[in-house]
Each structure stands twice: as C-alpha cells, then as structure tokens.
C-alpha cells in the first residue's frame, strides 16, 4: 500500500457515492470491487445515499414520434432546479419502445429506482407487466397473469397498483380484474344489475417472482369507474369507487395495504 | 473545538499525513461551516473556490488529513468531492487513482465489459 492509499472504507464510501452506471463500469476494475458491488450491505449503503436525491417521475407522450417519454427530475428542494425545468429532466428510453404494436401503461411511480409498467399487444387484453430499473438498465417480465374464471366470462382489467412492503421489504404489483358470472355479457359502461359482477384480485411478489389470489370479498361489491384516479401513500393504495346503495351508486374510497394486504373502504355516508 | 485531534496534531511530530498545506485547506472549514451553516448553496460554491486548484490525487491526502483528525464534515466533503470527480472517467483512470490492477482471469474482463457496455457510454477521455 503506498503512503496516501486509501484504507478500504474509505474507498467504500467513495465508491457508495457514485451514480449507478459509473459503478456497473467500474466492475471491471478488479474482483473485488466487482464483487464489492453485488455486496446487499454496500447496495443498501449506496441506496440510502441516492434517496437523498429523490426524482419526480413524470410519463408523458411524445406526440411527433408517437411514443411515451419518461422525465425524472432532481429533488425540488433547490430553487435553481425549479427554475430549470426542462434541462435538469432526464428522459428515460423504456425498453419496450421497440415493437410498436406493444402498448405501455405506466402503473404507479418509481419506487426506489423501480418502475413497473403493464403493456399488452393490439386487440388483446391480456396483459403483461415488467418491472425496470433504469439506471442498471435491466428489467424484468413478471410470469403471466393467473385467470381464476372460464373463458368465455368477459372481464374487465379495473386498475393495477406497484408498491413496496417496507415490512418485509419487497415490491409487490397488485392487479384487480372483474368479471361477470354471464357469458353473454358484455362489458359497457352502463351497469346491468342483473348481472353480478366478481372480483379477482392478485399480488405478485418480487421475492417469490410468483402471483397469488388474495381475498378482496370486503371490495367485491365495488366498481371502479375511474380507473386512473390512484394514489399512492405511505405504503397504501387508494381508488375511488363507487358503492351500491338502496337508489343509487355512492362515492368510496378503497384502500391497499402493501404490507398486511388487506383491503378497506371508507364512504362519506 | 469541535475535534480534539487537532492539539494531536501539533504535538505529533511523526506526522506524515497532514502536511502544512493541507492544513491550510482542512483546519479554516469549522469556521466557515459555523458562519454559513444554513446556506447549502452557498457552502458549495466556497467549497467548489477551495478545491478549484486541487488535482484529483491531492484529494486523497486530504480525505487522509480530514480521517486523521476525526473532521467528519470534510471527510464528507472530499469524499463527495473525489466521488463527482471520477465517476465519468474509464476504468484505467480509476484504477491508476486507488493504485488498483485488474486481477481477471483473461477473456473475464472482455465479458463483463461487454455486459456492462452502456456504462461505457460519454466516459470522459484519459
């Protein structure tokens, strides 16, 4: 070691310091340092460090190249950035541009760097979801969505949520299916009381990468008209709704709980 | 005082570490860091004046100067400091800087280099 080297946690914490794509380069430096980087205690370390400057996440859609664009923006904690706008925006190149019959939906924010996107093909409506880390550029197709109900049922695709469980700290996607028990019926926007509608609600699980049925019987009465009006907050997702009452429909608000999944709706009435 | 090392210092004499220039550097901060303590952007662009002249590698022994004196705000700093200034260079300069050689077996390096070939993108010239 030469006289002004470095002790090894001080190299550390340089290195925790760094942007994501200077470290993916610098695993080529050595073994060590590869292996340094792919360490859960250095991760962690550097995670931390980065959510200092935490992004706001805007999608948008290119009009002229007919494409969604994705901007993440610094921290607006400095008044120079409210300012500049425009030139402290990154726009983000999402992986699925490339076949243009593929549709992307954006569900949810970036959750520590994550962002989870549902895209489906043209006419079809089943949908797959991926989650994408843009800044290590790698992103994942999570296994099909498991369909509990015949066929020939018609269904409707009512609303997906992307959170983090910070119990069991894992990124959990949530997708609420209905469907109808009449295999004539259509969906339109104009409800048939005769026909009873169900309720699928599903979770995946980063850590197990698998999906799995949770009980939703204290939502299944609702319907969920809105299907962009979502919030995400403190670990809890919230919809509006709507409920049905004696005469009429009247307004809910359900909520998920990522981390003991669980479901709840609050009215005004 | 805000650290105790620093009478340490002066009593030390096997000092190989802090030599009189950095002291000039390392030994203002606390005082600046009191009178400009709520103004973040301010505090930056003294920083950013004080370092203007420090190469890279003369960084290092100040992060060992600000270490040995158990200075964590400067630590921090420099730190922070080292960290802007290498993260768009090439591996080689990386390497030179921490004094560091590749230990891959041959065709190892080739491989992860090309996995990774996009963090190779805009990386400053040596």
Same mark, same amino acid.
């Given at each position: 070691? &030469? #006289?002004?080297?470095?002790?090894?946690?001080?190299?550390?914490? $340089?290195?925790?310091?760094?942007?994501?794509?200077?470290?993916?380069?610098?695993?080529?430096?050595?073994?060590?340092?590869? +292996?340094?980087?792919?360490?859960?205690?250095?991760? +962690?370390?550097?995670?931390?460090?980065?959510?200092?400057?935490?992004?706001?996440?805007?999608? &948008?859609?290119?009009?002229?190249?007919?494409?969604?664009?994705?901007?993440?923006?610094?921290? *607006?904690?400095?008044? +120079?950035?409210?300012? %500049?706008? %425009?030139?402290? &925006?990154?726009?983000?190149?999402?992986?699925?541009?490339?076949?243009?019959?593929?549709?992307?939906?954006?569900?949810?924010?970036?959750?520590?760097?994550?962002?989870?996107?549902? /895209? /489906?093909?043209?006419?079809?409506?089943? #949908?797959? *979801?991926?989650? @994408?880390?843009?800044?290590? #550029?790698? *992103?994942?197709?999570?296994?099909?969505?498991? $369909?509990? *109900?015949?066929?020939?049922?018609?269904?409707? %695709?009512?609303?997906? +949520?992307?959170?983090? %469980?910070? $119990?069991?700290?894992?990124?959990?996607?949530?997708?609420?299916?209905?469907? @109808?028990?009449?295999?004539? /019926?259509?969906?339109t926007y104009n409800w048939d009381p005769k026909v009873i509608m169900h309720t699928q609600v599903e979770v995946y699980t980063l850590s197990t990468n698998s999906w799995r049925q949770v009980d939703c019987d204290t939502v299944s009465h609702i319907n969920f008209p809105a299907r962009f009006r979502e919030i995400y907050l403190n670990g809890v997702y919230h919809w509006s709704g709507m409920a049905p009452g004696i005469a009429k429909y009247y307004d809910v608000i359900v909520s998920f709980d990522m981390r003991n999944e669980a479901f709840r709706f609050s009215t005004d009435r | 005082m805000k650290f105790c090392t620093v009478k340490q210092y002066f009593d030390d004499e096997n000092n190989n570490n802090v030599t009189n220039g950095i002291a000039t550097t390392v030994i203002p901060l606390p005082n600046k860091h009191l009178k400009i303590k709520a103004n973040n952007k301010e505090m930056e662009q003294y920083e950013q004046e004080l370092l203007r002249n420090v190469m890279p590698q003369e960084l290092t022994k100040l992060i060992l100067a600000a270490n040995y004196l158990n200075f964590k705000e400067a630590l921090d700093f420099f730190c922070r400091t080292v960290a802007n200034a290498i993260q768009n260079k090439s591996v080689d300069y990386v390497r030179k800087f921490f004094g560091l050689e590749s230990d891959f077996e041959p065709g190892e390096e080739e491989k992860l280099c090309k996995e990774f070939a996009w963090s190779f993108e805009g990386v400053d010239e040596d």
């Amino acid at each position: 070691m &030469g #006289r002004y080297d470095l002790p090894q946690d001080l190299v550390e914490d $340089i290195l925790s310091r760094l942007p994501a794509k200077s470290l993916k380069r610098f695993s080529c430096v050595n073994k060590s340092w590869s +292996a340094l980087f792919q360490n859960p205690c250095f991760i +962690a370390k550097h995670q931390h460090l980065s959510q200092k400057n935490w992004s706001i996440f805007v999608s &948008g859609v290119d009009c002229e190249a007919n494409k969604p664009v994705l901007f993440l923006h610094p921290n *607006f904690d400095d008044d +120079a950035a409210a300012d %500049d706008f %425009d030139s402290r &925006g990154i726009i983000l190149e999402s992986p699925f541009l490339e076949d243009a019959k593929k549709y992307e939906e954006f569900v949810g924010s970036c959750i520590n760097g994550i962002i989870c996107f549902k /895209y /489906y093909v043209e006419h079809n409506k089943i #949908r797959d *979801f991926a989650l @994408w880390n843009p800044a290590i #550029r790698e *992103f994942k197709v999570l296994p099909s969505l498991p $369909i509990h *109900f015949p066929s020939n049922v018609d269904y409707e %695709d009512v609303g997906s +949520a992307f959170g983090y %469980d910070s $119990i069991s700290n894992d990124f959990k996607v949530i997708t609420i299916l209905s469907y @109808w028990n009449d295999p004539g /019926y259509t969906v339109t926007y104009n409800w048939d009381p005769k026909v009873i509608m169900h309720t699928q609600v599903e979770v995946y699980t980063l850590s197990t990468n698998s999906w799995r049925q949770v009980d939703c019987d204290t939502v299944s009465h609702i319907n969920f008209p809105a299907r962009f009006r979502e919030i995400y907050l403190n670990g809890v997702y919230h919809w509006s709704g709507m409920a049905p009452g004696i005469a009429k429909y009247y307004d809910v608000i359900v909520s998920f709980d990522m981390r003991n999944e669980a479901f709840r709706f609050s009215t005004d009435r | 005082m805000k650290f105790c090392t620093v009478k340490q210092y002066f009593d030390d004499e096997n000092n190989n570490n802090v030599t009189n220039g950095i002291a000039t550097t390392v030994i203002p901060l606390p005082n600046k860091h009191l009178k400009i303590k709520a103004n973040n952007k301010e505090m930056e662009q003294y920083e950013q004046e004080l370092l203007r002249n420090v190469m890279p590698q003369e960084l290092t022994k100040l992060i060992l100067a600000a270490n040995y004196l158990n200075f964590k705000e400067a630590l921090d700093f420099f730190c922070r400091t080292v960290a802007n200034a290498i993260q768009n260079k090439s591996v080689d300069y990386v390497r030179k800087f921490f004094g560091l050689e590749s230990d891959f077996e041959p065709g190892e390096e080739e491989k992860l280099c090309k996995e990774f070939a996009w963090s190779f993108e805009g990386v400053d010239e040596d």
